[in-house]
């Protein structure tokens, strides 16, 4: 996979809050993309003590904004390492890390935020068992999940760039 295309898909996926003219955040990239995997991997095993209680329609969006913000970053790290392609199997690993992240913030969840954030989830892990990752998230599964999260996450005062 190329690696424009990973990019472009990072940027589709993080740009879909600009159709609400909501500002994009941005995200320092770590210095190594194997650092970056190794300690996305780690997080996302590890159990947090709020996925357990009901959470709030703000704390969920706090969490998937986590979320986002790790796949941003892993996009950044890929594209200053000067690769120019993305081996799928990479692609994989982020969009199901991504979708490990989302599911972690969604337990104990139950409103229509966690409902569109799961519909993001199974849209992530779709796209990660197609042979181009990069164009099966491309769908409208996903712009639809998208901004519907931003939607019901400006609602909650919590700015989200899916």
């Known amino acids: 996979m190329r690696l424009a295309s990973v990019v472009l898909l990072g940027v589709s996926l993080m ?26 991997a780690t997080s996302a095993a590890e159990p947090t003590a709020t996925a357990v209680a009901s959470k709030t329609d703000k704390e969920l969006c706090e969490e998937a904004n ?16 000067g690769a120019e392609e ?8 982020m969009l199901e890390d991504f979708a490990a992240k989302l599911t972690t913030a969604t337990e104990g969840a ?19 068992k197609a042979a181009d990752p990069a164009a099966a998230l491309d769908s409208e599964e996903t712009a639809k999940s998208s901004k519907e999260i931003n939607a019901g996450c400006k609602k909650a005062g919590v700015t989200t760039n899916f």
């Open 15 to 40: 740009g879909l809050a600009a159709c609400g003219d909501e500002a994009a955040t941005e995200v320092a990239a770590p210095a190594a993309a194997t650092t970056a995997s190794a300690t996305a």
């Open 66 to 81: 986590k979320a986002v913000d790790a796949f941003k970053t892993a996009i950044l790290t890929l594209a200053q390492s």
């Open 86 to 93: 993305i081996a799928p199997a990479d692609a994989k690993a």
């Open 110 to 128: 139950d409103s229509e935020i966690a409902t569109a954030i799961k519909a993001q989830i199974a849209a992530s892990e779709k796209a990660a």
